[in-house]
């Protein structure tokens, strides 16, 4: 359904001189995407119900068949395994701009939705906070500047194993 990447020898922007990747892609926005997955099933009369967990066994007594989880940074505290580690990262939310067709994905990435302009690239493994950190938000922003501005280095963290790649 989604073609193969076209390789450009340089990307076409002005001060970029790498090479790289475009994409066919299908982008979700969540403020969408989430209402919609909320007023489908409402508008099917499926009851919803919410509930606060304490352990895995409150999990385990559930008498309902589907359950979404939506645990996030308290996941552990319900299921205390070693190998779940939170994962922080910092979103800058920008003014939305209707004719930006495109997301950039390097070392950090940034695309258009309807509500904001995306500006991230940033990972801390094991913090379990959500307190947003204004000089991580404002180095991200710093580094998309400076990718769109030809920057040969950027301050940025080696690439994660998740993040979009050619491969």
């Known amino acids: 359904m989604i073609p193969e990447p076209t390789f450009f020898q340089r990307l076409p922007f002005a001060h970029l001189t790498s090479s790289g990747y475009a994409y066919a892609t299908l982008l979700v926005e969540p403020p ?12 099917a009369e499926v009851e919803f119900v919410e509930r606060e967990f304490t352990g895995a066994a409150a999990v385990a007594d559930l008498a309902e068949s589907i359950m979404v989880n939506c645990t996030g940074l308290g996941a552990r505290q319900i299921w ?18 209707p004719d930006l067709p495109y997301l950039c994905s390097s ?5 258009p939705r309807q509500d904001h302009v995306v500006v991230c690239g940033t990972e801390e493994r094991g913090v379990d906070n959500d307190t947003p ?8 922003v710093a580094n998309v500047k400076a990718v769109f501005g030809g ?16 491969k």
């Open 32 to 43: 969408i995407f989430l209402a919609k997955l909320k007023s489908d099933p409402e508008a």
């Open 80 to 97: 205390p395994d070693k190998l779940l580690q939170p994962v922080k990262g910092q979103l800058v939310l920008l003014k939305p701009q």
């Open 107 to 111: 070392r950090v990435y940034l695309f």
């Open 133 to 140: 950190d204004p000089h991580m938000c404002a180095q991200a």
């Open 151 to 166: 920057a040969a280095r950027l301050a940025v963290a080696p690439l994660s194993d998740w993040f979009i790649q050619n």
